[in-house]
Nanobody, 122 residues
Framework: QVQPVESGGGLVQAGGSLRLSCAVN??????MGWFRQALGKEREFVAA????????NYADSVKGRFTASRDNAKNTVYLQMNSLKPEDTAVYYC?????????????????WGQGTQVTVSS
């Protein structure tokens, strides 16, 4: 069974940075996605990276501030988050897509991590 495990969340001041990691047991060359869910809100798409990192999609709300990347040799994907804002506060989830190509639709992801909390103070 594929199991993504997120790490790197925490408390940071507005304008600060965090780097999330998602380790996946076993090899996976599928696309991987990052999603987030704030308290009382629905889960939303953040970023998705295709199987070799050659294509990356971002939500408009994070473009220019967040950068997704992956290291297939380490079975790990990353989300570098810069210029964080209080509205970025959420639980961040990593998930594996059923396909090779990046996708913003959460219904196309089959394995999800437990999430890591990111809190941005103003």
């Amino acid at each position: 069974q594929v199991q993504p495990v997120e790490s790197g969340g925490g408390l940071v001041q507005a304008g600060g940075s965090l780097r999330l990691s998602c380790a996946v047991n076993g090899r996976t060359f599928n696309a991987m996605g990052w999603f987030r869910q704030a308290l009382g809100k629905e889960r939303e798409f953040v970023a998705a990276i295709n199987w070799n990192g050659g294509s990356i999609n971002y939500a408009d709300s994070v473009k220019g501030r967040f950068t997704a990347s992956r290291d297939n040799a380490k079975n790990t994907v990353y989300l570098q988050m810069n210029s964080l804002k209080p509205e970025d506060t959420a639980v961040y989830y990593c998930a594996r897509s059923r396909a090779l190509f990046s996708d913003s639709d959460s219904r196309n992801y089959d394995y999800w991590g437990q999430g890591t909390q990111v809190t941005v103070s103003s």
